[in-house]
């Protein structure tokens, strides 16, 4: 039992210090690595995915991702959310990023290591509950990178995201299946990135004209 407390905290030490690696890296690989990180993980840890059979994952995940999406399209309505979106720095190329940066190199390479390859190890090794502790942590750690570079408060930041960690990881151990969590992740890094997009570039045409 031992062995199998310091695999899974291992494995969760090592997700943390590669989200500090990897921003390092070059932008235009960004989705590569991160994705076969995540697949590699899953094939090392043996953890299920579920794709054999989606129909539960499927359920659930768009159970999950429908009210995300109809409540961020109610919130950028408010003048607040509106202004925060425009000042929201985002990436070059835009259509690599919905396409390919958010849905490989963030959801897939995210739910393939927490949610698969951590979220297995540790609740083989804390149990259900202590392993969702343990991944969701892990998860909420690795975006203190991603708060230092986009301005963001770092415990915030840590507490909300390590809350999704673990909503994510319930959601695949009720499924039994990658696909709900990545659709619910999918729904909330895509529906706010359009967003942003849409408001940016409504202010822009408004300024040009």
Known sequence: MRAKRVRALGL??????????????????????????????????????????????????????????????????????????????????????????????????EEAAFRGALGTVAANAFGTTGGRIVQAAAFGLSHIADARSTGEPIVPTVLVTGLAGWVFGWLYERSGSLIAPMLAHLAINETGAVAALAVQNTRARAISL
């Open 12 to 109: 969760a030490a090592l997700l943390v210090a590669w989200s500090l690696v990897a921003p390092r890296l070059p932008s235009r690989w960004h989705p590569i690595p991160h994705a076969v990180v995540g697949a590699a993980l899953v094939a090392i840890t043996r953890a299920p995915v579920g794709f054999r059979h989606p129909g539960s994952g499927l359920r659930f995940g768009l159970g999950a991702a429908v009210p995300v999406v109809l409540g961020v399209a109610s919130a950028s309505a408010l003048p607040r959310v509106r202004q925060e979106m425009a000042d929201r720095d985002l990436p070059d190329g835009a259509w690599q990023w919905l396409l390919l940066g958010i849905p490989l190199g963030t959801v897939w390479s």
